[in-house]
């Protein structure tokens, strides 16, 4: 992040932005999904775009998804830069067939004679009775599957970035947004960037362990080293952005230094990105110092509704403090912190 | 146009009876869906496509590619396995492609690529060209949901598009009647909003002359897509060079039928002989030559294995 950027702006707005500028810049960049032309505009992050470039090169769709995902691996296949939106990432499970068999193998099994730049944008609910189908962070099956690129930023200035470098890659890219990321606001240059493939972030610098949060967990995290710092111990924080390529030096280097890696997912452990994480360090630096690991996320049951519940179904700053309270203290403290108004968690405004 | 028809069918015919014939070898390594019996369908469709024109496959697509002016060359290396294939020994048999003829891809999953055919036509339609796009897939894909979906946004969207079902009755197995109440393909196409017709029995005349027609129809202006359902017959089993009347889904008369009316039989009756003996020589030359191309070409380096995962 450079000097010339103080504007803020909102996630929301940081899509749209990034939308805007590349569709501008090169007119084979389309956007189309459910509702993207329709006057709630996906949270805004499409605002605009129609009056602008066109009812050819903004759509609404059928209730497709199936299909409408083989339209855009179509598109690309003709010389179209085609950005697919999805309000949920739970409704990709309609559109796999097109991801994993097509989408993801065509350079490869087509022996390198095409491509497939697409970007499928999805969102991940939370909060305010979303349940079992509006809730999935499911970006580990994406990160499972060669050929496909997964972002999942953070910050408003990741997200443009991101954005820009996903609509240019020519691969196609999974780019993740969690709803309640979109109030976010942030510093966002108003000139155009990108935030390269396979590079992570240190969120905040720490010496006691490191903490990589994924997606919204990130913001748990950095409220989470606050709670730590009051106890003493000093997190390092570390934002990956892209799950894939995975940027697995820097938490490499972190955990080399601080002995202790605790990974919080936005989604379930078992075979996740918070397991693809860990094993990848222990690999790395088994042979070379010793490593504690910890894996929090969702817990392995199907997302509640009912807010009593919900509350227990996800980490949040002051258990993700008491768990990596143990991890380096060592055994079970039932140490909890008091929470803190200025670290709370950011609440979905409902209603829908 | 007869002698066109006959060298395009006795082309295809002839480079899967090689296919069938050096099989047994395990020379080729790859699964083999062939297409004899049914090449009418991908001939009268390509003999109505300019060069710019795009086709989308399946799983059984040897004679569409071919049909287009793919590489033959190039198709029998990839089916050996070889560097020189049209996928470097990467796509196999299922996968064939060939983006200078315009073969854009072809899918062992059933109906997997008739969205993005679709998908093709849109960004025909957006960048105005006049280029068309034909999506081929058989009676199978019409089980699929991805089917209907595709035919309402390419009819509501008015794409550039023609849909070729090939339909030889039968997924693997299973006869169509043990998977469809009803035996109206074309009929629920129109109910998607599309002109469509069934064109029975190979008939390989009549299908150029209806796509010359709608491909016509579709560079002059008019709205898309068009849609046929074209009936044939598959010869051989399922997967692999044989026969499989011994399974007992089906009956050797009921494959007698169609022999009776096989295209290629029915057009070399119709030849000057000496014409025809013309095409089949050079035609014959073209698939030793084929066949000796794929077994000298290399095997794909060891790099390949991480090759054109990612871009770069």
Not at chain 1, 217 to 227: D, F, G, K, P, V
Not at chain 2, 31 to 47: D, F, N, R, Y
Not at chain 2, 119 to 132: E, I, N, P, T, W
Not at chain 2, 196 to 218: K, T
Request: with cysteine; aromatic share 8%; proline share 5%.
């Amino acid at each position: 992040m450079t000097g010339e950027i103080e504007r803020e702006l909102s996630y929301v707005d940081a899509v749209r932005e990034a939308t805007e500028q590349e569709m501008a810049r090169d007119s084979s960049v389309i956007l189309f999904g459910l509702d993207v032309d329709d006057p709630k505009a996906i949270q805004g992050t499409t605002r605009g775009l129609l009056e602008k470039f066109g009812r050819e090169r903004v759509f609404g769709t059928p209730l497709s998804e199936d299909a409408m995902t083989g339209v855009a691996i179509g598109a690309a296949l003709a010389g179209l830069r085609p950005i697919h939106v999805h309000i949920r990432m739970d409704f990709l499970m309609l559109a796999m067939n097109q991801l994993i068999n097509i989408a993801a193998k065509s350079r490869y099994m087509y022996g390198g004679q095409a491509q497939v730049p697409i970007v499928v944008r999805s969102m991940i609910g939370k909060s305010w009775g979303q349940g079992a189908q509006h809730s999935q962070g499911l970006y580990s099956f994406f990160m499972h599957v060669p050929g496909l690129k997964v972002a999942a930023p953070t910050t408003p200035y990741d997200a443009k970035g991101c954005l820009i470098q996903a609509i240019r890659d020519n691969d196609p890219v999974m780019y993740v947004e969690h709803r309640i990321l979109h109030f976010q606001r942030g510093p966002v240059p108003e000139s155009s960037y990108t935030v390269a493939p396979g590079k992570a972030r240190i969120t905040a610098s720490g010496s006691d362990v490191t903490l990589v949060g994924i997606s919204y967990m990130q913001i748990e995290c950095l409220h989470a080293r606050s709670y730590l710092a009051s106890a003493g111990i000093d997190a390092e924080v570390i934002d990956p952005i892209w799950l894939s390529p995975l940027d697995i030096d820097t938490i490499v280097e972190s955990v080399r230094k601080t002995g202790r890696l605790c990974v919080v997912d936005n989604g379930w452990v078992t075979c996740g990105a918070s397991a693809e994480i860990v094993a990848l360090v222990i690999e790395r630096l088994q042979q070379i110092r010793p490593v504690l690991v910890r894996r929090l996320g969702f817990a392995p049951v199907t997302c509640p509704p009912t807010p009593i519940l919900e509350n227990l179904y996800y980490p949040n700053a002051t258990t993700i403090a008491s768990a990596v309270y143990d991890l380096v203290r060592g055994g079970d403290n039932g140490w909890m912190p008091k929470q803190r108004v200025d670290l709370q968690e950011i609440q979905f405004r409902g209603p829908f | 146009m007869q002698a066109r028809f006959y060298r395009a069918l006795y082309r295809i015919r002839r480079v899967e009876e090689e296919i069938a014939a050096v099989y047994p070898s395990d020379k080729i390594k790859s699964p083999v869906h062939l297409s004899i019996g049914q090449e009418a369908v991908s001939v009268g469709v390509c003999e109505a496509l300019r060069a710019d024109d795009v086709v989308f496959g399946s799983y059984r697509s040897h004679a569409l590619y071919l049909a287009k002016g793919g590489n033959l060359r190039r198709m029998i290396a990839e089916l050996y396995g070889k560097a020189d294939g049209c996928a470097k020994g990467k796509g196999g048999s299922m996968h064939l492609i060939d983006t200078r003829a315009r073969v854009m891809g072809a899918s062992a999953v059933v109906g997997t690529t008739i969205p993005q055919a679709v998908g093709f036509a849109y960004a025909v339609k957006l960048q105005r060209k006049d280029s068309v796009v034909a999506s081929f897939f058989g009676d199978g894909a019409v089980d699929e949901g991805v089917f209907y979906e595709s035919l309402n946004f390419a009819a509501l969207k008015a794409l550039p598009i023609v849909f070729v079902c090939e339909n030889n009755r039968y997924a693997i197995h299973t006869h169509q009647s043990k998977r469809q109440k009803l035996d109206n393909i074309w009929e629920r196409a129109r109910g998607q909003g599309m002109p469509a017709e069934q064109i029975p029995n190979n008939d390989v005349q009549r299908i150029y002359e209806c796509i010359s027609q709608s491909v016509g129809q579709l560079r002059a202006g008019s709205s898309g897509p068009f849609f046929f359902e074209c009936l044939t017959y598959r010869l051989k089993e399922h997967v692999g060079p044989s026969d499989d009347f011994q399974l007992g889904y089906r009956t050797r008369e009921e494959a007698d039928v169609w022999l009776r009316t096989d295209p290629i039989e029915q057009l070399r009756a119709h030849l000057d002989p000496a014409e025809r003996r013309r095409i089949e020589t050079e035609v014959e030359a073209e698939i030793k030559d084929a066949f000796a191309f794929a077994e000298q070409s290399p095997w794909p380096e060891a790099s390949e294995l991480y090759t054109d995962v990612y871009d770069g």
